[in-house]
């Protein structure tokens, strides 16, 4: 009997969403396009006085078509405002990053050049990584695709350029399946901070729309279960088992 439930029944980054997102031609689109809505009206509600929050053209395209131009994705950016006439001064973007951006996809040496750009031009840099089956864009972070030591299947990254890119520093929040997504803190203008919980956006979004959670079957395995480490597999297979006693489901 399939095991389907409205609310993210994980403990962070849902492991049989992701896998079947993966694995659906449009799936992630879906994901990605309602996410970034979700993450900009919350970061809405929440950012300080002299803040806004608006949607933006990302540096990652959609997919490539030889004969037409790139169509791009959405992305998040955070803006200082300066007086009431003039537009905000962007103080950090959050890019939600897609499989086609990741290597080895098609468009990804056209998002690590842009994303340099972007960073050495000063402006901090928060990157969304939950693709598991996919290598990470930023180097010198551990494969997890690859089983690399130390490596984990989702992470944040804050890449800071203040005061210059050679004296700036990106911080790496990697975590594992049925781990809560942490909550970090967001950088804003000067030495201004503001702690955000990506996880509860992230729940909001699992549950706003039933697509979701009827893409989740707790009582099978997700697609390509060999592409999450031995550890990661456990894990799937011990929450898989709460919920399954959760429903009362008979051995």
Not at 15 to 31: D, I, T
Not at 159 to 169: A, I, K, V
Not at 170 to 198: H, K, M, N, S, W
């Amino acid at each position: 009997m399939p095991l389907h439930a409205r609310r993210n029944l994980y403990r962070g980054v849902n492991a049989h969403l992701h896998s079947r997102l993966q694995h659906e031609p449009g799936g992630w689109k879906v994901f990605h396009n309602k996410h970034i809505g979700d993450l900009a009206e919350a970061l809405d509600a929440q950012l300080p006085p002299g803040y806004e929050v608006g949607l933006t053209k990302s540096l990652q395209i959609v997919e490539i078509h030889p004969d037409i131009e790139d169509t791009y994705l959405t992305s998040l950016e955070v803006r200082y405002l300066l007086d009431d006439d003039a537009p905000g001064v962007p103080v950090v973007r959050i890019e939600l990053l897609s499989p086609t951006n990741k290597p080895p996809g098609d468009g990804y040496l056209q998002y690590r050049e842009k994303r340099s750009a972007f960073v050495q031009d000063g402006f901090p840099l928060l990157e969304i990584d939950y693709l598991h089956e996919t290598r990470t864009p930023l180097r010198r972070v551990p494969s997890y695709p690859d089983r690399e030591p130390e490596s984990h299947p989702y992470l944040i990254a804050i890449t800071d350029p203040r005061p210059t890119p050679e004296q700036g520093e990106t911080r790496i929040y990697g975590f594992d399946v049925d781990q809560p997504i942490p909550v970090v803190e967001l950088p804003l203008a000067g030495d201004d901070r503001l702690p955000f919980d990506f996880g509860a956006v992230y729940d909001r979004t699992f549950e706003s729309l039933g697509y979701f959670g009827n893409r989740v079957d707790y009582a099978v395995e997700p697609e390509a279960m060999d592409r999450y480490s031995p550890s990661d597999q456990a894990r799937i297979r011990a929450r898989m088992a709460a919920v399954q006693a959760a429903f009362d489901v008979p051995k």
